[in-house]
């Protein structure tokens, strides 16, 4: 078990050192973000600034790791800054398998925030990224919602 906890601060640790550093305007959109994701307590946020894809390439995207914790509900929420090229998405996968987005391709509709309630506890991978590769800044916020 002692092992596992190090590992775990190592990893958090590492994750607070690595947080990339942006502008007063980053600041503000996190603040106005974690505002509009409702009556929930703000977590952590992801901020993404991102240049544009290549044409024909993959698009560019930012991706964070958090382990959530089962028996829990979270909120992820996307908010795009107004000096953006392309619309933001904030993608949830486990392992390899997209379980919540705020973009849905069949449809092309755009949401702000979904809510996840977490099945098993895991490390979940966050992904942010524009709409058509474009160039942009963003932040996601995850905020907990209630535990199930």
Do not use: W
């Amino acid at each position: 078990m002692r092992p596992y906890i190090k590992t775990i601060f190592i990893f958090a640790l590492f994750l607070a050192l690595a947080r990339p550093a942006f502008s007063q305007d980053i600041s503000e959109l996190t603040a106005q973000c974690a505002a509009s994701a409702g009556d929930v307590t703000y977590l952590k946020d992801f901020p993404a600034k991102l240049d544009a894809g290549t044409p024909g390439g993959k698009p560019p995207s930012a991706k964070y790791s958090m382990l959530l914790s089962k028996n829990t509900a979270y909120r992820f929420t996307i908010c795009t800054a107004p000096d953006s090229e392309g619309e933001a998405i904030l993608d949830l996968y486990d392992m390899n398998i997209l379980i919540g987005s705020t973009y849905n391709k069949a449809t092309g509709k755009d949401y702000p925030s979904f809510d996840f309630k977490c099945q098993k506890t895991a490390v979940y991978h966050i992904f942010v990224s524009f709409k058509e590769g474009k160039a942009g800044n963003a932040v996601g916020i995850m905020s907990f919602v209630e535990k199930l």
